[in-house]
T-cell receptor, first 114, second 112 residues
Framework: GAVVSQHPSWVICKSGTSVKIECRSL??????MFWYRQFPKQSLMLMAT?????????EQGVEKDKFLINHASLTLSTLTVTSAHPEDSSFYIC??????????FGSGTRLTVV | KQEVTQIPAALSVPEGENLVLNCSFT??????LQWFRQDPGKGLTSLLL?????REQTSGRLNASLDKSSGRSTLYIAASQPGDSATYLC???????????FGKGTKLTVNP
């Protein structure tokens, strides 16, 4: 089945630094990748949708300059949290695939900003 | 706008018990519905995908049903085991898009 590999699984960074999260589709071409965020005891909320070769579409309330998404190839999409602050600490997870075959999620990245 | 509600928010049962998790949604014009399992600090594991034309799907001890007219889905877990302890999420597409809307989940604890 479709597999999405997400790295890193966890990261701790200092406030003000940037962190990059990668999602790779291993056995299929992900023309679209969805990025979600999950705060403790909350559900997953869609942040943005990235399409290969074009600009990402951000959900209302998500700062595009803070959460940079790059989808330069059919197998790689990246999310960069710029100038991270403690309130950005969260669980970030990507999703590729869809339609009749369901939805394949990455394993998630736990970001802690100190 | 699709809204998804899961009840109960948490459930604790003794090992061996059969149980039902509930998911309700507001927009019945759905393409499909999917149940996921999430272990603490981990990603999502797909459990069952039900297409809009189907009424139920089964996988091992899991059975998911779908009633579009009433806007409900249930996940039935038979003979629960401690390894079933996790948060169970249901998700549906937003309108005709591939954007998924999630419920807040039901945290299940199966006690030995």
């Amino acid at each position: 089945g479709a597999v999405v590999s997400q790295h890193p699984s966890w990261v701790i960074c200092k406030s003000g630094t940037s962190v990059k999260i990668e999602c790779r589709s291993l056995d299929f071409q992900a023309t679209t990748m969805f990025w979600y965020r999950q705060f403790p005891k909350q559900s997953l909320m869609l942040m943005a949708t990235s399409n290969e070769g074009s600009k990402a579409t951000y959900e209302q309330g998500v700062e595009k300059d803070k959460f940079l998404i790059n989808h330069a190839s059919l197998t790689l999409s990246t999310l960069t949290v710029t100038s991270a602050h403690p309130e950005d600490s969260s669980f970030y997870i990507c999703r590729g695939g869809g339609g009749d075959y369901g939805y394949t999620f990455g394993s998630g990245t736990r970001l802690t900003v100190v | 706008k699709q809204e998804v509600t899961q009840i109960p928010a948490a459930l604790s049962v003794p090992e061996g018990e059969n149980l039902v998790l509930n998911c309700s949604f507001t927009d019945s014009a759905i393409y499909n519905l999917q149940w996921f399992r999430q272990d603490p600090g981990k990603g999502l594991t797909s459990l069952l995908l039900i297409q809009s034309s189907q009424r139920e799907q089964t996988s091992g001890r899991l059975n998911a049903s779908l009633d579009k007219s009433s806007g409900r889905s249930t996940l039935y877990i038979a003979a629960s085991q401690p390894g079933d302890s996790a948060t169970y999420l249901c998700a549906l597409p937003q309108g005709g898009s591939e954007k998924l809307v999630f419920g807040k989940g039901t945290k299940l604890t199966v006690n030995p």
